[in-house]
């Protein structure tokens, strides 16, 4: 089945620093890239879908520069937490997809775990 | 928002057949049920998803209603491993997008 993972699964940060997550999908071009965020007893909140090559696009109420998204190659897209805040500690997760006419679905990474102190 | 009713919570003898009802009663004509499921600090896991014919894989069996309002996922045999969080989520063919709703907890018990 097709694998994503990413990297780190948790980290802790100071304040104001800034943090990269990355999502890479192991066995399979991912055309369309997607980031999650879960917070405690809550559901997972769309933050942005990205494509390879192109702009991402923010859902509403998602700060574009405060969550940078870049997705260079059609196996790796990242987020940057820039200038991290105790209230963006969160659990991040990507999904990927490829687009297959008959079978449409997301493989979803084990996620990234966010403190910021 | 997510266009599926779920109840909240679900509990299920170890063993048993788990049936989880989802609620769809807005969906269009091209819209997908897609099933996932969460362990606890997990991502989510693809299930199963269908547009309207009755489907089944060797995780779960998907049975939804003819007027395509509601929905029914089906683990024959439940294993305490498959305690998690159940989403039930209606896709736009052509969409890619998929929204979350608050699922069902479902806790197997032995």
């Known amino acids: 089945g097709a694998v994503v993972s990413q990297h780190p699964s948790w980290v802790i940060c100071k304040s104001g620093t800034s943090v990269k997550i990355e999502c890479r999908s192991l066995?399979?071009?991912?055309?369309?890239m997607f980031w999650y965020r879960q917070f405690p007893k809550q559901s997972l909140m769309l933050m942005a879908t990205?494509?390879?090559?192109?702009?991402?696009?923010?859902e509403q109420g998602v700060e574009k520069d405060k969550f940078l998204i870049n997705h260079a190659s059609l196996t790796l897209s990242t987020l940057t937490v820039t200038s991290a805040h105790p209230e963006d500690s969160s659990f991040y997760i990507c999904?990927?997809?490829?687009?297959?006419?008959?079978?449409?679905?997301?493989?979803f990474g084990p996620g990234t775990r966010l403190t910021v102190t | 928002d997510a266009k599926t009713t779920q109840p909240p919570s679900m509990d299920c003898a170890e063993g048993r057949a788990a049936n989880l009802p989802c609620n769809h009663s807005?969906?269009?004509?091209?819209?997908?049920v897609y099933w996932y499921r969460q362990i606890h600090s997990q991502g989510p896991q693809y299930i199963i998803h269908?547009?309207?014919n009755n489907e089944t894989n060797e995780m779960a069996s998907l049975i939804i209603t003819e007027d395509r309002k509601s929905s029914t996922l089906i683990l024959p045999h439940a294993t305490l491993r498959d305690t998690a969080v159940y989403y039930c989520?209606?896709?736009?063919?052509?969409?890619?997008?998929?929204?979350f709703g608050k699922g069902t907890k479902l806790t197997v018990n032995p």
């Open positions: 066995d399979f071009q991912a055309t369309t």
């Open positions: 807005t969906i269009s004509g091209n819209e997908y």
């Open positions: 990205s494509n390879e090559g192109s702009k991402a696009t923010y």
């Open positions: 999904s990927a997809s490829h687009r297959d006419p008959l079978s449409y679905e997301q493989y």
């Open positions: 269908g547009l309207k």
């Open positions: 989520i209606v896709r736009v063919a052509g969409s890619e997008k998929l929204v």
